[in-house]
Structure formats: C-alpha cells, structure tokens
C-alpha cells in the first residue's frame, strides 16, 4: 500500500516563502507525483506535477513561476517550494502518487492521496 505524508504547512504572510515536503512509500519511486490544492468551496486544482525520476514538470499559469516541485529519490521525498505566496494560494495542499511514471494533470489519474496540510496566507 501506497502512503503519502504532507508536512510544511503554516500561517505566512503575502510574499513570504513555504517549502512543504511529501514523503512517500519507497511503492511510489516510480510514480508520478502530483501537487494538488483545495479552498473552501473549490475545486481541488493541480498545483504542480513532476515524473518519476525528476526529469519532467507541469505548472499551471496560476504558479508558474512561483511555485517549484523536485523530488529526492534517495530520501523518497517529493518538495514544493512555493515562494511570493498571495493570499488565494490559501488551501489544503495534497501530495498524489500518479498512476503513471510521467506527468499528467487530471486528479482522476492520481491513486493515493495523503491527508493534506493547511497554507494560510494572509495579506
């Protein structure tokens, strides 16, 4: 069984910077994983995505730029660094293990889910 823990979160203020980490089983070293998001009355949205061994990436325009995913495949450990955070990038961030060893930016296609972390930024 896939597993997946999210840690980082916190309050920031606008412009500050937040790293959150996504430790995954060792079952998830050849998986894709996705960064997701999810504000109250929301849709959960894709946040960033990178494949299995690092050398692929997907941002959406709402974070591209400001937003950096990478993953230590020794530690098993996926990152995103999220730097000038504005005030709608508050939400629960999700890590996902994809079903697939490249990227790929529907939620549907993402297995295992961790419980999320809270970002609150305020402005």
């Known amino acids: 069984q896939t597993q997946l823990v999210e840690s980082g979160g916190g309050l920031v203020q606008a412009g500050d910077s937040l790293r959150l980490s996504c430790s995954a089983s060792?079952?998830?070293?050849?998986?894709?994983i996705g960064w997701f998001r999810q504000a109250p009355g929301k849709e959960r949205e894709l946040v960033a995505t990178?494949?299995?061994?690092?050398?692929?990436?997907y941002y959406p325009d709402s974070v591209r730029g400001r937003f950096t995913i990478s993953r230590d495949r020794t530690k098993n450990t996926v990152y995103l660094q999220m730097n000038s955070l504005k005030s709608e990038d508050t939400a629960v961030y999700y890590c996902a293990a994809s079903l697939y060893a490249t990227t790929t930016t529907s939620a549907a296609n993402y297995r295992y889910w961790g419980q999320g972390t809270q970002v609150t930024v305020s402005s």
């Open positions: 060792r079952t998830a070293s050849n998986n894709g």
């Open positions: 990178i494949s299995w061994n690092g050398d692929r990436t």
